[in-house]
C-alpha cells in the first residue's frame, strides 16, 4: 500500500487510476490509502459543474481544461453518469466530449458511474478527488450527473459550484423553485445562441433581486456561453477566479472546507453506523427475537430501537 | 463491493460507422459491466491513455475501414508502454478470417465478427 501512496504522490497515472478504483470498491484498504494521502491534499481548487441531462456540462468542461491548460495547470475531471438499477452496468459517455485532452499529461479524466448512490454523484467521487489533490493536481472538476430538481450534494463538496442551464425549461415560477437554484455560485445560461435566451438572463436576474443580500454576500454573476463555439467560456473562468477572490478574502474559503470536514465526518460516522445497525438486525437472534415481538405488540420499534442504542453508550 | 469490470469501447481510424460499437456498448451496460464510450476517430495513442486513465480490464475496438491490422496491435503496445499490459483488448468490425491468426499472435485477445451475438461477447467478457 506504501508503494501505491508514494507512486500517486509522485504523480504515476496508472497508480491515480488505481487508487480511485480501489476507494470506488470501498475496501478497508481504501480507507488506509486515503489516510496516507489526505496529509498531502488541500492544495487543488475543486470546481463543481452540474445542470439538467444534455445542457452541454461535458462541452463546457472540455473548454474549462483548455482554458486551464494554457494557464499550466493541471486538471482532472471526475464526471459521473448514472448507473441502471436494473443491470448495474452503465454507459459513460461524458468522456466523448472531452477525448481531445486523452494525451495531455497535465490531465486526467476519470467517468464514474453513480452506482446507485443518489445525490448527482457517485459515493467515491470525493475520495477520488483527494486522491488527485494529492497528485498533484491544481484543478479538479466535478461533473454531476445531469440532475433535476434537487440534487444538491455537488455544492457540498466543491469550493465553487456552476450551474449550467439552459433556455426555455420553464417559467419563472421554475427559476424560483428551492434546490438546485439555490446552490449556484455561478450560472451559466449555455446553448446561448438559442431562442429565450434573454427571457431565462431576466428571469434569473428577477431572481437574484430578491434574494436576501449584505455587503458579504457574493451575487452570483449570470454567464451565457455557447460552449460549442467556445463562447463565454473565458468569461466563466474568470467569473470561478473572481469567486475563488471571494472566498480567499476574510478566510471564506477556510470556513467553508472547515464545514466540509463537519460533513465529511458525519457522514463516515452514519455510514458506519449504518452498516453496524444493519448487521446487528440481520444477524443477532435476541434482535430477531424482538422483531418478533415487536410484530405481536409485545414491544414497540422505539423501545428495541433505544435498547440497541444503549449499546453504543452514547 | 467487488471491482466491477470496466470495459472501454474505442473507434479507432477514421471510418464513421459507430452503430456496432454502440451496440455492444449497451449489450455489456445490460450485463452489468461499467462501459467508457469514446466515440468516433480515436487515435490509438489516446485510447491506451483513457483505458489507463478508466483503470479499464479490457479495451473493445471496432474497425470497420480495414486499418485493423495496423491500429488494433499498435493499441496492444502502447499499453505494454503504459506499463499496463494487463489491460487485456479485443476487436470486432469488419476483419477478413485471414487476418485473425496475425492479430492474436499480436496480442489481441479474441476477435468477433459480423454475426457475433452480444452474449457471446458477454460470455467471453465473464469467462476470461
Known amino acids: 500500500m506504501n508503494d501505491l501512496t508514494d507512486k500517486i504522490i509522485a504523480g504515476d497515472i496508472r497508480a491515480i487510476a488505481r487508487g480511485i478504483s480501489l476507494a470506488e470498491s470501498g475496501q478497508p484498504e481504501a480507507v488506509e490509502l486515503l489516510k496516507d494521502l489526505y496529509p498531502h491534499t488541500g492544495r487543488a481548487y475543486l470546481i463543481g459543474i452540474t445542470g439538467p441531462p444534455g445542457g452541454g456540462k461535458s462541452t463546457l468542461v472540455d473548454k474549462l481544461i483548455k482554458i486551464y491548460r494554457e494557464q499550466k495547470k493541471k486538471v482532472g475531471v471526475l464526471a459521473v453518469d448514472p448507473t441502471s438499477p436494473f443491470s448495474g452496468g452503465a454507459i459513460l459517455g461524458d468522456r466523448v466530449r472531452m477525448q481531445k485532452h486523452a494525451t495531455d499529461e497535465g490531465v486526467y479524466i476519470r467517468s464514474m458511474g453513480s452506482r446507485g448512490h443518489l445525490g448527482g454523484l457517485a459515493l467515491a467521487t470525493s475520495d477520488a478527488a483527494k486522491i488527485l489533490d494529492a497528485a498533484g493536481y491544481d484543478i479538479v472538476i466535478f461533473e454531476t450527473v445531469g440532475i433535476g430538481q434537487s440534487e444538491v450534494e455537488v455544492a457540498g463538496r466543491v469550493d465553487t459550484t456552476v450551474l449550467v442551464t439552459v433556455p426555455g425549461l420553464g417559467d419563472d415560477v421554475q427559476v424560483l423553485k428551492a434546490g438546485t437554484m439555490e446552490i449556484a455560485d455561478i450560472f451559466a445560461i449555455n446553448k446561448a445562441d438559442r431562442e429565450g435566451t434573454e427571457r431565462c438572463v431576466i428571469e434569473l436576474e428577477q431572481l437574484l433581486s430578491v434574494k436576501e443580500m449584505d455587503e458579504n454576500t457574493f451575487l452570483p454573476p449570470i454567464i451565457q456561453t455557447i460552449a460549442k463555439d467556445n463562447q463565454g467560456t473565458a468569461e466563466l473562468t474568470g467569473a470561478i477566479e473572481k469567486h475563488r477572490d471571494y472566498l480567499n478574502s476574510g478566510g471564506r474559503l477556510a470556513e467553508k472546507r472547515k464545514k466540509r470536514i463537519q460533513d465529511e465526518v458525519h457522514t463516515i460516522i452514519t455510514n458506519q453506523l449504518d452498516k453496524w445497525a444493519a448487521l446487528r438486525l440481520t444477524h443477532d437472534m435476541e434482535t430477531r427475537e424482538n422483531l418478533d415481538d415487536i410484530y405481536s405488540k409485545k414491544t414497540d420499534p422505539y423501545t428495541v430501537a433505544g435498547d440497541i442504542i444503549k449499546e453504543l453508550q452514547i | ?128
Open chain 2, 1 to 128: 463491493m467487488p471491482n466491477k469490470i470496466r470495459i472501454l469501447i474505442a473507434k479507432p481510424g477514421l471510418d464513421g460507422h459507430d452503430r456496432g460499437a454502440k451496440y455492444i456498448a449497451r449489450a455489456l451496460r445490460d450485463a452489468g459491466f461499467e462501459v467508457i464510450y469514446t466515440g468516433l476517430r480515436q487515435t490509438p495513442e489516446a485510447i491506451a491513455a483513457a483505458a489507463v486513465q478508466e483503470d479499464v480490464q479490457w479495451v473493445g475496438l471496432s474497425c470497420l475501414s480495414g486499418a485493423h491490422n495496423s491500429l488494433f496491435p499498435r493499441v496492444v503496445q502502447l499499453l505494454k508502454e503504459k506499463n499496463a499490459p494487463d489491460i487485456k483488448v479485443f476487436g470486432g468490425g469488419v476483419i477478413p478470417a485471414d487476418d485473425i491468426p496475425g492479430l492474436k499472435a499480436a496480442g489481441i485477445k479474441e476477435i468477433f465478427t459480423p454475426g457475433t451475438s452480444s452474449q457471446q461477447v458477454v460470455d467471453y467478457i465473464n469467462q476470461n
